[in-house]
């Protein structure tokens, strides 16, 4: 039995590791990617908001012309509250993922026990726990997390295009070319490995 743990614990270990390095990478993008969104989100929640400064100006504005009308009514754009919708649900998504990473690092450091012991209970407990694994697609639902940073990073690059193209029409459409080159280069990815199973590019989907 200890022969038949100390090879099954390599395989374990190997497993576990390989998963391990696509966790850790995922939470290190999450970090600086919610950074990134974050900045952004405070320049796009002015657009929800009645600006101060403006209100000032139009009350001093009224004041000097004499007349006490009061300020048109506050009505957000189609584009800003489309933006914010996107990069709203784009943190949410990052947050999301980022808290399934921090839970399948602990899934993985209960799927590798301290001492692998060296009885047949200890064999017979390894067993049922890769079969469990099995069951409840472990090793599918890890390798599934970053499909959750992808989507979030789809919904920002969308925004991104609406923010653009709202300001400049050029620039939004330069940025529109390059998400969409973006969006086709991850579908070739995704659908080349189901005609070639030997392709190196393949993507958490395919």
Do not use: H
Request: contains cysteine.
């Amino acid at each position: 039995w200890s022969l038949y743990q100390k090879e099954t614990e390599k395989e374990d270990k190997e497993l576990a590791s390989s998963l391990q390095v696509g966790i850790d990478e995922l939470l290190i993008f999450a970090g600086l990617f919610g950074a990134i969104l974050t900045a952004f989100l405070i320049e796009s929640r002015k657009g929800l908001q009645v600006d101060p400064l403006q209100e000032i100006l139009q009350a001093l504005q009224n004041q000097f012309a004499g007349t006490t009308s009061p300020p048109p009514p506050f009505q957000v754009s189609k584009y800003s509250l489309i933006v914010n919708y996107l990069w709203f649900s784009s943190l949410g998504l990052t947050l999301f993922s980022a808290l399934c990473a921090v839970l399948a690092r602990e899934w993985l450091a209960n799927y590798i026990p301290v001492s692998p012991g060296s009885r047949s209970s200890d064999a017979c407990e390894r067993l049922l726990r890769v079969k469990r694994a099995r069951q409840w697609r472990l090793e599918s639902v890890v390798t599934g997390i970053p499909l959750l940073i992808q989507l979030a990073l789809f919904l920002f690059t969308a925004g991104l295009v609406l923010f653009t193209w709202n300001n400049n029409v050029a620039l939004g459409g330069l940025m529109l070319f390059l998400t969409g080159s973006g969006i086709a280069l991850y579908i070739l990815g995704t659908l080349f490995p189901l005609f070639s199973p030997a392709c190196p590019f393949q993507t958490t989907m395919s």
